[in-house]
Nanobody
Framework: QVRLVESGGGLVQTGGSLRLSCAASGSIVSIRTMGWYRQAPGKQRDLVATIGSGGTTNYADSVKGRFSISRDDGKNTVYLQMNSLKPEDTAVYYC?????????????WGQGTQVTVSS
């Protein structure tokens, strides 16, 4: 069984920084794209950033220049460095990964971590 566990969320003031981590564990053969999504209250879940197995990154326009995604394949972990945080960044952040578990590739989600930016 594959699990994704996020950590690093919390409360920060406007302009502050946080670093989220997401570690995948279990029956993992390989991992394709890893990414972060967020969902604010009453809104849909939106893409924040993704990183492919070759390191190619993609960011939502709203976070370009402020957030940086990276991955450590040796640790099956993806990170999201968030700088210059704004109140509108407040949301539950979810990790996502396409993982081959020995049978086929499937998308997996973490349980989410709350990020709150105070004004």
């Amino acid at each position: 069984q594959v699990r994704l566990v996020e950590s690093g969320g919390g409360l920060v003031q406007t302009g502050g920084s946080l670093r989220l981590s997401c570690a995948a564990s279990g029956s993992i053969v390989s991992i394709r794209t890893m990414g972060w999504y967020r969902q604010a209250p009453g809104k849909q879940r939106d893409l924040v950033a993704t990183i492919g197995s070759g390191g190619t990154t993609n960011y939502a326009d709203s976070v370009k220049g402020r957030f940086s995604i990276s991955r450590d394949d040796g640790k099956n972990t993806v990170y999201l460095q968030m700088n210059s945080l704004k109140p509108e960044d407040t949301a539950v952040y979810y990790c996502n990964a396409g993982i081959h578990n020995g049978g086929y590739y499937s998308p997996y989600w973490g349980q989410g971590t709350q990020v709150t930016v105070s004004s």
